[in-house]
């Protein structure tokens, strides 16, 4: 039985994420990113691993060619190069929309099927929910997605009594 490991290689980007099963390796040009690709492929084989072709590719992604859009979702969050209030180039993160809609698509579950418990027990699970969402989703630059979501909540909140 063999593992696979999704791989999502970069120019000119380096993300870190320990413990992950994920990885995304940044190189400064082509030849060395296609360099390592193939070699990575070799070394995972002795280990009776894999890569999983369809997440894994080579891809351009500079702050320097930000007019490409190049964007690319990677454990939940959308990465994408922006300026910031000074003018000075910056990796932005937010929630991919996919998640998001997930999110809201499982809430929206969870409502529905706890709607018929007292409200005080409802607002402890509810309120362990939304720290758990935030604690991962709550990074520098994303709270437009996470208000989204919170307005989501809230709404759902009142419709489903």
Not at 97 to 124: C, D, M, Y
Not at 135 to 159: C, D
Request: proline fraction near 2%; aromatic fraction near 16%.
């Amino acid at each position: 039985m063999s593992r696979e490991v999704h791989v999502r290689f970069c120019e000119g980007l380096g993300v870190r994420f320990p413990r992950a099963t994920r990885l995304v390796c940044a190189f400064q040009y082509k030849r060395d990113a296609m360099r390592f690709y193939r070699a990575l492929g070799k070394r995972l084989g002795k280990y009776g691993l894999k890569l999983a072709m369809d997440k894994t590719r080579v891809m351009s992604f500079s702050r320097f060619r930000k007019y490409e859009k190049t964007c690319f979702d990677f454990l939940g969050f959308e990465f994408r190069w922006g300026t910031n209030r000074r003018g000075t180039d910056q990796l932005q993160r937010r929630t991919s929309r996919k998640r998001l809609q997930r999110s809201v698509a499982n809430f929206t579950i969870w409502i529905k099927e706890n709607r018929h418990r007292r409200l005080p027990g409802l607002f402890k699970d509810l309120r362990a929910k939304l720290r758990g969402y935030y604690n991962y989703y709550g990074v520098v630059g994303n709270l437009e997605s996470l208000e989204a979501f919170l307005y989501q909540v809230k709404w759902l909140l009142y419709k489903w009594p």
